[in-house]
Nanobody, 121 residues
Framework: QFVESGGGLVQPGGSSRLSCELS????????VGWFRQAPGKEREGVSC????????TYAASVKGRFAISRDNAKNTVFLQMIMLKPEDTGVYYC????????????????WGPGTQVTVSS
């Protein structure tokens, strides 16, 4: 079970850091990533980090602005976001992931509550 936190209201150009804690399993066993769902849109993959912590993939829309990291000892994954744009608004979730043809795909069977990020002035 993943539980996300850290969202809120951010001005365009601002920064935010999201956290996601995993319970019931060991984070080091999984590729883990972040997904988001904007109002009226399907959930999309934002970033996927390999279980080694070395391989990382980002969606083109966030590359250079978002950075995923993990602390296996704390069973926690982070997403540092800078230069936020209104189109980054949505509910952010974390979950297990794979990457196929540079597309980040979720393989989670359930989702946590997510955390709302709103980018607006």
């Amino acid at each position: 079970q993943f539980v996300e936190s850290g969202g809120g209201l951010v001005q365009p150009g601002g920064s935010s850091r999201l956290s996601c804690e995993l319970s019931g399993s060991e984070l080091e066993l999984w590729n883990v990533g972040w997904f988001r769902q904007a109002p009226g849109k399907e959930r999309e993959g934002v970033s996927c980090n390999s279980r080694s912590g070395i391989g990382t993939t980002y969606a083109a829309s966030v590359k250079g602005r978002f950075a995923i990291s993990r602390d296996n000892a704390k069973n926690t994954v982070f997403l540092q976001m800078i230069m936020l744009k209104p189109e980054d608004t949505g509910v952010y979730y974390c979950g297990r992931c794979v990457v196929e043809n540079d597309i980040i795909i979720s393989i989670s069977t359930s989702w946590g509550p997510g955390t709302q990020v709103t980018v607006s002035s």
